[in-house]
């Protein structure tokens, strides 16, 4: 059974939806985009498949969505409103994985290793804003200091896989999971075939929406399990 609880931080009232695991060993708490809620696909799926494999999943909605405001502030504002709610995380005293998807991507990268947490989890990290590629943010892909992992979308205009830093080289990992070692860091990546920066496929795609989110959920819990 789901529950919510208002968190109070310096950008203002947050509010975590948790999904309890069945015996946690750990939790992973997950941010939505700076265009969206939590109410997106791939944190839905992924808030109905870890519970069973004992991971709880925390959806955080970050304090401008709370008050209802349109957009996203700051990135720094981002980040305080991520450690205000930190401590919520971290109070069931197990191991708490950093995730969003887009701008939550980044302020789990930026801030991960600086409030502890074991992880990092990055859904349609956008590698850089569309039509833009030398405005990239690799750098605060390679520095979170910490396991990570990137699904992104085949087709996705903030970044393609075959754009992301070192992937060239890239080690072969499980599945479709690739190993990455750019300059200064290193990663794991999975693409989902077909999909856009929401994960969402074309009709006429070889691969249906169900089928999408099924890999996205399998390579999540196949690398989260590993941290274990």
């Given at each position: 059974m789901t529950k919510s609880e208002i968190v109070s931080t310096e950008a203002g009232d947050a509010r975590i939806t948790w999904h309890p695991g069945k015996k946690p060993w750990a939790v992973l708490a997950l941010g939505h985009g700076a265009g969206g809620g939590i109410e997106a696909r791939d944190l839905v799926a992924l808030a109905e498949a870890l519970p069973a494999?004992?991971?709880?999943?925390?959806?955080?909605?970050?304090?401008?969505?709370?008050?209802?405001?349109?957009?996203?502030?700051?990135?720094?504002?981002?980040?305080?409103?991520?450690?205000?709610?930190?401590?919520?995380?971290?109070?069931?005293?197990?191991?708490?994985?950093?995730?969003?998807r887009s701008a939550g991507a980044r302020v789990a990268c930026r801030t991960g290793a600086e409030l502890g947490a074991a992880a990092v989890l990055a859904l349609s990290f956008p590698l850089h804003p569309p039509g833009r590629p030398e405005r990239s943010r690799a750098e605060e892909l390679l520095g979170t200091g910490l396991p990570t992992l990137v699904v992104q979308g085949g087709n996705d205009p903030f970044g393609r896989p075959e754009e992301f830093?070192?992937?060239?080289?890239?080690?072969?990992?499980?599945g479709r999971a690739r190993v990455v070692r750019g300059d200064g860091g290193e990663y794991t990546l999975v693409e989902v075939p077909h999909g856009d920066h929401g994960f969402a496929v074309a009709k006429?795609?070889?691969?249906?929406q169900d089928e999408t989110l099924a890999l996205i959920t399998a390579e999540v819990t196949t690398w989260a399990t590993s941290l274990r």
């Open positions: 494999h004992g991971v709880s999943v925390a959806l955080v909605e970050q304090p401008w969505r709370v008050a209802g405001k349109k957009l996203a502030p700051a990135p720094k504002t981002l980040d305080a409103g991520w450690r205000g709610i930190w401590p919520a995380l971290a109070k069931p005293g197990l191991p708490v994985i950093a995730g969003g830093p070192g992937i060239e080289a890239a080690r072969p990992g499980h006429r795609a070889p691969v249906g």
